[in-house]
């Protein structure tokens, strides 16, 4: 704790200083007393299907969803988060692919969308946790580079079993295109 502290934030509402008051720089700003707060970085939130209301990739209001979940996260201390996403088919997960990736283009509004997270399908049998064992398939290369392809760079993350066969194949692929596996 930094006695007599103060926070600098610039008009585009980024932190400039934090420390003692008697060294942060000499400029006109307006002082908030907030005694009682505390300052810590946001979080990051690497895996959320949603939350308040909103299921990511259910029904037909992707964009308004993920307004109105960037909005209410950002209260709870997240700055950014991966939408987690799942398809029951190949085609199921490619459409919604397709839908995300111009709304993500287009950003939102209170916590940052970083871009998606793709739970599966990929996934072992025996390890599926509660995952729909009907939406599980093995590691195809031309479903992998699929669904690069209109993921328009925006998948970020993907969960693939390592004991399937072909998986180290699929995810050097998804590697190459900067996907975290």
């Known amino acids: 704790v930094i006695k007599d502290a103060c926070i600098l934030v610039n008009a585009d509402g980024r932190v400039e200083y934090v420390g003692p008051k008697t060294f942060a720089p000499q ?3 307006e002082c908030i007393s907030a005694p009682d707060l505390w300052l810590c970085p946001g979080f990051i939130d690497i895996h959320t299907h949603g939350g308040n209301g909103v299921a990511f990739g259910v029904g037909n209001a992707l964009a308004e969803d993920l307004q109105a979940y960037s909005q209410w996260v950002a209260k709870t201390g997240v700055t950014g988060f991966l939408a987690t996403i799942a398809g029951a088919t190949r085609e199921d997960l490619s459409n919604l692919l397709d ?20 739970e599966g399908p990929f996934l072992s049998v025996e390890k599926k946790g509660a995952f729909n064992p009907k939406w599980l398939r093995p590691p195809l290369m031309e479903e992998a580079l699929e669904y690069i392809q209109k993921g328009r760079g925006w998948i970020r993350q993907i969960s693939i079993a390592p004991e399937l ?3 180290f194949e699929v995810a050097r692929e998804f590697r190459k295109a900067h996907i975290t596996v």
């Not at 839908?99 to 793709?118: C, M, S, T």
């Open 27 to 29: 400029v006109d700003y």
């Open 99 to 118: 839908d995300y990736a111009p709304i993500l283009n287009k950003g939102v509004h209170g916590a940052r969308a970083l871009g998606l997270h793709l």
């Open 165 to 167: 066969p072909h998986a």
